[in-house]
């Protein structure tokens, strides 16, 4: 058995679930609109540009969790499921999932977005296990605080051989990381085989120096 890890946003799915659900927040009247979503805007064009200060970043998209019961916050994923994420889930993503399935491999995502998020769609989407940025929880609610290393850049790293030493029939020298961000150079630098999905600019140019596998789970179908 190999570990197939996968990154999510623009990766299996067409879309970035992170700035979705803030987008997704504000159509609900649920944060200072126009603040937000401005807010929002610049945060994702800096994870684009490798410049995101992310734990500024989550000072802001982890604050609405602390402000809402958890009865309202799943009904509003329900609909953010169905509205947001199931038409952004690519076709070509379900079938290299199926794959790595039928070969027997761990199939791991590995985001940079929070559980509360993700959660769901690792389930929709029939993996063996998520690492995702968790929101810390007091008392059964969330505090708008993140827990432990942000699973972001040179922390998914972290956070995978973290993992593994709870896994350790599985590990990185056998393993396929599949990623459309500059920003997991650090964890393509570790795998086995490494997979440029669908790429930004920066890291197409790197995947080509290093001669790395670049692959679209987009392109129409043969």
Known sequence: MSLAIFDLDNTLLSCDSDHAWGEF???QGAVDGEAYRRANDQ?????RAGELDIMAYL????????????EQLNAWHQQFMACKIEPH?????EELLAWHRQRGDFLLIVTATNRFITGPIAR???????????AERENGRYTGRVEGVPSYREGKVTRVREWLEEHPTLALDDAWFYSDSIN?????????????VDPDEELEKLARERGWRVLSLRAPSA
Not at 59 to 70: I, Y
Not at 125 to 131: A, E, H, N, P, T
């Open 184 to 196: 997991d150079r650090y964890l393509l630098e570790e795998v086995a085989t490494p997979v440029a």
């Open 89 to 93: 889930v690519l076709p070509q993503g």
């Open 124 to 134: 929709r989407l029939g993996v063996d296990d998520l690492i995702a940025i968790e």
């Open 25 to 27: 927040m504000v159509e």
């Open 43 to 47: 945060y994702l064009r800096d994870y």
């Open 59 to 70: 000072s802001m998209a982890l604050k609405p969790l602390s402000e809402h019961s958890e």
